[in-house]
Structure formats: C-alpha cells, structure tokens
C-alpha cells in the first residue's frame, strides 16, 4: 500500500489552491510547483512548499515532466497531484512518474491512453455494448472511409481521433461537401494534433451534454456520483454546469450513470474520472469520451453528495477502498457552477487582461467560490483566462438559480472585463430557467443574451465614480472659489 | 473643469464645478447632477447623487475608473483625451499589424526585411484555443516582427510593422 506524506500539486490557480485545501485537510504536506508568473498567486502563497518551473512560456513549464520530477526528487514529494488540463491526461508523465517511484494521483497510464485516443475509446465502449452514435472509423479501412461515412447520412460530425475541445469539429448537413469538409478536417488535425486520421459520427440535434462522475478503486469497485450537464457552452467551452440534470426523467438518470459506470469497470477504471454523453432530444444518449481526470466542474457533484472528490482521489492513491456503496451516494438539492471569466461577452468572448484591481468573492448560505486570484495580481493571456467558479447549492433547481444569480451580482472584479453579467443573463433566460439549454443556446440566442443598453441612473454613477476618482480633477475644483466656479468653466 | 469619458462606447463630456454643499456639480450632456461621496467601513463607498444613495466599490487604474453596484455590476469607465481618442492614435493603422485580441504566437512566417504581397499568411497566433492567421493588408515590407513564437501578447498590442515596398 503506497504510503505519502508530501504532495506536489502540478498545477496552478483555482485548482491548485483547491487540491491544497484539501490534502492540508487530511493532514499531507503541499509542494506547489510554479513558473514564476505565478509566484505571488494564493496557491503558491498557502502551499507549505513552493518550487519554482522553468520554461520558455510558462505553459510550458507546467508542460515539463523531467522538471516535475525532479521537482519531487529534490523536495521529497512521495506523490503529484496533476489537477485538470496540463499534465494530467498524459500517460507518459504517469509512467515518468511510476518509474521514479512517486505516485501519480490518477489512473494507470495504460487507462489514460486508451480513453485519450477517441478512436479506441470508442471501439472499447462499442464492444462492450454501451451505446455510441452510428459513425465511421477511417482506420478501419482507409480506402472505403468516404463511402461508409456517406451511409452514416446527415447531419454527420467529423472529428479528428486525437482530438479534443472542439478543435478540427466540422458539421456536415449536405453531403455534397463531404469530401472537402473531411480534407479541412484532416489538414487540422494534423496542425493541432500532428495526427491526420479522422472518424465521423452521427450528428445529434439540439445535443445536450450530459457526464457522469465515477470513482473507482484499485480493488476493481466502481461507483457513480450521478450526472452533470454541461449544455450551456460557448466555443465548445462549458461556463454554466449544474447536477441534477433539468433534462433526465429518473429511469434515463439511472439508466445514464450505470451506463458510466459500466464503462470504468470494463476497463478498471482508477480514482476519479467523468463518462461524457451526448444526449438527444429523444431521449437517445451516446458515449462522447471518458476524462481520466478531475473536471473543472467537479464542485457541483460535491455540493450535491457531499463527497470530498479531492480526497477520494488521496484515498484510492493510497490503495485505500472506497468507503462509500453506490446506495450510499444520494443527491441532495440542486447545484450550479458558474464559470467566471476575464473575457469580453459583447466581443465574441475574447479574452481581457489586465490587473485585479478589486477582488471580493460573494459569499451565503449555500454559495461556494473556487478562485485562485489576489487584488494586485496581472491576469495576462498565457493561461485559460477562468478567474474563479462560483458554485451555489439550493434545495430546489429554482433556489440554486436565484441564489447563483445573487452570488453573481455580488461578485466584485474590478480592473478587467468579465463575464458576470453575462452569466446571470444566461442564468434567467427562459430556456435555461425551464431546463431546455442545449449546446446551441448561446449561439441561437446571442441577440437575446446581449447586454439591454446602459440606463441614465447607471451612466450618472459612472460619471461620478470617475469624477471622484480623479485626484487631479478635485484638486483643481476644489482651488476655484464655489461663486466662480461656473464662470471657471466657461473660461475652460 | 472639464472631462471626456468613454462608458460602454458612448462618450460623455462633463464639466465639474465645486457646489456648495461640500460636493460636486457634474454638468454632463446638457443636465446637471449633484454628488458627494464617503467612504464605508467595508470599503464600500456611499455616492448620493440628486438625493439618492448608492453603496458601490470604486477603483481605478492610470487610465479608467471601475465600478460596481449589485444592480448593474461593473463599468469601466475610460478617460480619453479631449483631443483624440482613447490612447489608440498610433501610426498609421496601415502601418501596423495589432492584435485584435489577446494571445500566444503559434507562427511567424516572415523575417524582418521581407517583402510581402497583399493577403500573404505573416503570423499565426492563437487565442481561446482557436487559431488565426495574420495576413499582409497591402504589399509592403516587414519593417519589425515585435513577438516571436511562444511569446504573448495583450489586445491591440503591434505584432507586426510594415514599411512601404
């Protein structure tokens, strides 16, 4: 049974500070591992130790997997914890790891790379008889791609097999563009991924995005902790999460996460991980892809179940079994994450920078905030611009609703445009209030979601916001006698 | 005194005059608001502003005031100058290749001292995990390439200059 005393976080921000929480909860020792863009942020300011990455950006110092180790070497780490994103799929850092003789906080690398090529996954999960989209496989038979994909009929989806978050998806509606649109296709997997092959799927209308948290341990027990949907995304990114789904009926819920949980069982599924479904609007679901990770969005399944996943995943780690059976995991209330991020809404969401000049995180009955972010501190384009999830629990959807929409409202971030208002738009907009998000909202309903024109009383409270701000401006009034100062203003 | 500011694209000219009561009169766009403003214990402050108060957070940078209230969340308020526009007067758009939002650069296709042809592929770079490729607007030549791959950039910073051919 490996036994740890010291962690390194592999990380950074709200997460990094998040997995701290917890492994100082169960009495470990913290090591977080930085570049030093990070030096002053939260994490590396609370972890008991600190060691500084080098690269030639700082996403590639959180990218170096002999530094890592080395990092570990020289600070007596027994473990890492890779987080989300980064590291933490990557079955050769698990080996790396494995072979220095520290544990990696996760699945075996074996698990990683079968659930990491799409391709595979799918094939593994087709075989085993869960349900997937009708499709194509170009690997198959290369020869005959064109013509099976064709017999998928549209609407079809082609994908890249080593891909992810979207990236070289293209819809085909006409199968006329078929040949063409796979060319684009291959073309950028390769430049993403540096891997051209390519497989097509059915495309499902009106898709929601469905997941299932499952856990298992190293004895081959699994458990789901029931679903999250993930259907409120822009760019492919999610920014609104929340447990139970509006959209399941109880038989489709069970239905749903004991097809998630059959899936890690059949391949031995370790630790923490997340079966990602598409969901049609008759009720049909498919396998989409399994992420051998924590998700960002794991908060909502806490707030529900209220299961430590961060110290699940410890647990497991340590060779320890689950201490909780399936009828032992209950959803309890309704839970909502909203995403904030440094990102300008009315400009196609691209990404703002710029200092933190005031930070104050909403708090309340029910309302748990994720963050990695000081006052002071810059956040610049070289990482996910995410700044903090505000994640709030109520006893029923509506209350989890108006309780996030007040938590948003009582979100302070000045210095640098977020999404905040943008969010609660999205939040008290008729289809998401009724449970009918799907993953085309935010495109369908852009002009809906735009922000209504700034009132009078607003631009008056700017303006003397500004006024009173401007030292320089005070200054001068304040000189000039009070029965002049009009007059001064003419001369002006 | 007077000043120009910029709130969610609209400009607005104030002139500020002392008033008698210990704050401030704000003629702005031909209507006059009197305001005074203290400060809260929690760092708030309360403006009241024609006989109305309003707890908000106020902060400010060199060139923009923030602020927040709960029923309109945060403004930026900018501060331009009367003269010209907010900051972005540089040289000649033309000129300039700026980035149209924040990013990392994937690819520099071109060497200082290049010439281009109008519509030739000079820079790849890549924002919100999506890719964008930077094209010559006019046939010229690469005065400078200012970021080099790996390197990141803020919105409207100048990724590249082009000189006459």
């Known amino acids: ?492 | 005194m007077r000043r120009r500011y910029l709130i969610d694209g609209q400009t607005h000219d104030v002139v500020v005059t002392r008033s008698i009561h210990g704050g401030f009169s704000i003629v702005r766009d031909g209507r006059r608001i009197d305001a005074r403003a203290e400060g809260l214990p929690d760092g708030r402050q309360r403006f009241h502003i024609d006989g109305q108060e309003h707890a908000v957070w106020v902060a400010c940078s060199e060139k923009s005031a923030f602020l927040h209230s709960t029923l309109s969340g945060a403004i930026e308020i900018e501060t331009v100058d009367a003269a010209g526009g907010a900051g972005q007067a540089r040289t000649g758009a033309s000129d300039t290749l700026v980035a149209p939002m924040p990013g990392t650069v994937i690819a520099v296709q071109v060497c200082e001292g290049d010439m281009v042809n109008a519509g030739q592929p000079l820079m790849v770079i890549e924002s919100m995990k999506l890719e964008t490729t930077l094209f010559a607007p006019r046939e010229a030549r690469i005065q400078a390439v200012h970021f080099g791959v790996g390197a990141t950039f803020g919105l409207k910073a100048i990724l590249l200059t082009l000189a006459d051919a």
């Open chain 1, 1 to 492: 049974m490996p036994v740890f005393q010291k962690v390194l976080i592999a990380n950074r921000g709200e997460i990094a500070l998040r997995i701290h929480r917890s492994l100082k909860a169960m009495g470990l020792s913290t090591v977080v591992a930085h570049h030093a863009v990070d030096a002053g942020s939260p994490a590396v300011l609370e972890a008991d130790q600190a060691v500084e990455l080098h690269g030639a950006t700082p996403v590639a110092a959180y990218l170096d997997i002999a530094q890592i180790v080395e990092a570990c070497r020289s600070t007596g780490a027994q473990a890492v914890h890779p987080g989300y994103g980064f590291l933490s799929e990557n079955a050769d850092f698990a080996r790396a790891l494995m072979q220095a003789g520290i544990v990696f906080i996760g699945p075996r690398a074996d698990t990683i790379e079968l659930m990491g090529d799409k391709v595979r996954a799918r094939n593994f999960v087709a075989e085993r008889g869960f349900p997937v989209a009708p499709g194509a496989i170009e690997d198959e038979d290369p020869a005959t791609f064109l013509e099976r994909a064709r017999q998928v009929g549209s609407p079809l989806l082609i994908k890249p097999s080593a891909g992810g978050g979207g990236k070289g998806m293209r819809i085909v509606r006409d199968l006329a563009q078929l040949e063409a649109e796979v060319a684009t296709a291959r073309r950028e997997g390769e430049r993403y991924f540096g891997d051209g092959r390519l497989f097509v799927e059915r495309y499902v209308e009106r898709p929601r995005h469905i997941e299932v948290q499952v856990l298992g341990d190293e004895s081959g027990q699994v458990v789901h902790l029931w679903e999250r949907e993930c259907s409120v995304q822009r760019r492919f990114q999610k920014i609104i999460e929340e447990t139970p789904s509006p959209a399941l009926t109880g038989k489709q819920r069970l239905d749903i996460c004991e097809a998630a949980a059959g899936i890690a069982r059949a391949c031995g599924y370790r630790g923490a991980g997340t079966v990602e479904f598409i969901y049609g609007a008759g009720g049909e679901f498919y396998f989409l892809e399994m992420n051998t990770r924590l998700q960002v969005e794991h908060p909502v399944t806490e707030m529900v179940t209220g299961i430590d996943l961060v110290r699940e995943q410890v647990r497991v780690a340590r060779g320890e079994p689950l201490a909780f059976a399936q009828s032992d995991i209950a959803q309890q209330g309704h839970a909502i994450e909203c995403r904030l991020y440094a990102e300008d809404a009315a400009h196609d969401f691209r990404p703002a920078i710029g200092k933190i000049l005031r930070w104050q995180a909403p708090a309340g009955p029910g309302v748990r905030v994720d963050s990695g972010v000081r006052e002071g501190q810059a956040v610049t384009a070289a990482f996910d611009p995410m700044i903090a999830k505000i994640i709030c629990h109520g006893a029923t959807r509506d209350e989890a609703i108006a309780r996030s929409v007040h938590a948003l409202q009582d979100t302070v971030l000045l210095g640098l445009t977020t999404n905040a208002r943008y969010l609660t738009r999205v939040l008290l907009h008729p289809e998401f209030m009724e449970g009918r998000a799907d993953t085309g909202m935010l495109t369908r309903c852009a002009d809906e979601l735009r922000a209504p024109p700034q009132s009078e009383a607003d631009t008056d409270m700017a303006i003397v916001a500004a006024v009173l701000s401007d030292r320089e401006l005070l200054r001068s009034v304040r000189s000039v006698p009070s029965m002049h100062a009009a007059m001064g203003a003419w001369r002006n």
